[in-house]
C-alpha cells in the first residue's frame, strides 16, 4: 500500500518556504528580545536625565539649556 507523494522538487520548495518562514519567525523573537532590552534602557537613561534637570533646576532654577552651547535661559512662569 503506497501512500500518494507530492514531486521531489515540490517537496523541496515547500521545504525550502517553510525554513524561510521558521528563521523570520526566529529573527523577529531575537528582535523583540532587543527591543524590550533597549526599552527598559530607555527607562533607566530617562530617569537619570531627570535626576540631572532637578540637580540644575536647584542650582538655576527653571530654565531652557542650549544643548550645543550649555547657553541657558530662565523660564518666566506666565
Not at 9 to 15: D, K
Not at 32 to 44: D, N, R, T, Y
Request: glycine content about 6%; aromatic content about 2%; overall charge negative.
Amino acid at each position: 500500500n503506497q501512500m500518494a507523494k507530492i514531486t521531489k522538487e515540490q517537496l523541496e520548495n515547500v521545504v525550502k518556504t517553510n525554513k524561510e518562514l521558521e528563521d523570520i519567525v526566529l529573527e523577529i523573537g531575537i528582535l523583540e528580545s532587543k527591543k524590550h532590552g533597549l526599552l527598559h534602557k530607555v527607562a533607566e537613561v530617562n530617569k537619570v536625565l531627570e535626576e540631572q534637570k532637578v540637580e540644575l533646576e536647584k542650582q538655576y532654577g527653571k530654565i531652557s539649556i542650549d544643548l550645543k552651547t550649555g547657553e541657558y535661559t530662565e523660564i518666566t512662569e506666565k
